[in-house]
């Protein structure tokens, strides 16, 4: 299993990949957080790649005094919808600032099997469709994979703890909830045909029951599966469209697949994710993939 690991915090933001055949590859972005180096981050990247996560319009001035008051006071909480939405598009551009350094560095990429994220603009995230589309929307992840939550950011304490009481370590994640299974992504990638079904999606529930559901290129679609249901999954994408196996080669779980928070996420935005440069459509886009994911 690949697994990669994020930390954003407020002043660094960490990224760490191990894979399956013992590769470790840990990368710390120091300078690049959202707490009092957002700054840093809207020097690197801009006022347009910040405001292109905002489902509105805002003015250079409105951006940049957020900005500086962040600077400031950073562990001042966001008490509107509006800061709270410009306070996660930094989080994002944090986020791929740091993939962009890993892959600048030519080190190696590891698609995820698992994603597991921490820091508190994810933790703390009012709701759990936030966190996952802020991880989508920066990580880009491919195929099928599976996203955790650290709502305590005790993970890097308990990784410490493991070192000398792995038993101990184990039960404290599972018996005081330490994290949160946000729910199976889907992620079709390849050639999307435009306005045409990507991929049809079979569910069959622990109880029998049967759902099919097909899913248009360009959307978010979440199929109901709570954190204490299972269900075999079948994907059967059009014959441009990658899960995983090959173009338009259809794939079925040998195991059944388990659900989560938000539930099971369908994500047909294509890879790379390419938002509209007309500033209304992009916002409507948005809009939309937002309340699909519940955030």
Known sequence: ????????????????????RGEFIPLVNCGVGVGPSVGAILQRVGIQRVARWLPFDIAEDELRQYVLNHMLHPHVISTSQRDLQISQAFAREALILTVEAAKGDSLEWLDADLILATGGVLAHAPKYGQAALMLLDALQPRGVTSLVLDCTMLVAQLGAVATVAPIAAVQVNENDAVTHRLGTCVIPFGTLPENEVAVRVGIEYTSGRQVTVDVMSGSIEVIPLRSNEQALLSLFPAPTVDVGL??????????????????????A????????????????????????IGA
């Open 1 to 20: 299993m690949n697994v990669t690991a994020v930390d954003i915090g407020g002043a660094n933001t960490t990224l760490m990949m191990a894979g399956e």
């Open 246 to 267: 090959g173009p338009g080669e259809r794939a079925r779980a040998a195991e059944e697949i388990d659900g989560g928070l938000v539930g099971l996420i369908i994500d």
């Open 269 to 292: 935005r294509g890879r790379p994710l390419v938002l509209s440069g007309e500033g209304k459509e992009r916002q409507k886009r948005l809009s939309q993939w937002m309340q699909a």
